[in-house]
């Protein structure tokens, strides 16, 4: 899994993607023309949110959910950015409102 590692590449990420909202997290989506065909995926908990341990525990989470809905798409650069639900609620929601978001920018 390529993940997008430059500032200036997630600063670009933020102005020019498309947002899509979930109750536990924030998809920003932008199709990649410069990476290549393949995906790269961002994983973001902010300090606001929580200390470092649910902020670990959140990328995890995320990490997971982007590996079993088939992540990194081609095409396609995306962040996760992590809402102070996503840890409150059982995994398979997360997992089913991440899909449906996919789902409906026609990324899945």
């Known amino acids: 899994m390529e993940t997008i590692k430059s ?8 102005s020019r993607g498309k947002r899509l909202h979930t109750p536990y997290l924030t998809f920003i989506v932008l199709p990649a023309k410069q990476h290549g065909p393949s995906g790269r995926v961002a ?3 902010g300090k606001k949110l929580g ?3 649910w902020r670990n525990s959140a990328k ?12 990194p798409w081609t095409g396609y ?3 996760f950015l992590a809402k102070s639900g996503l840890m ?3 995994y398979s ?3 089913a409102a991440c899909d449906e978001a996919l789902k409906r920018a026609e990324i899945r």
């Open 43 to 45: 994983f973001i908990a």
């Open 51 to 53: 200390n470092a341990v």
């Open 60 to 71: 995890r989470r995320m990490r997971e959910t982007c590996r079993e809905l088939g992540g």
């Open 93 to 95: 929601k997360v997992l």
């Open 77 to 79: 650069d995306v962040i």
């Open 88 to 90: 409150r609620c059982s």
């Open 7 to 14: 500032r200036a590449d997630i600063s670009d990420l933020f």
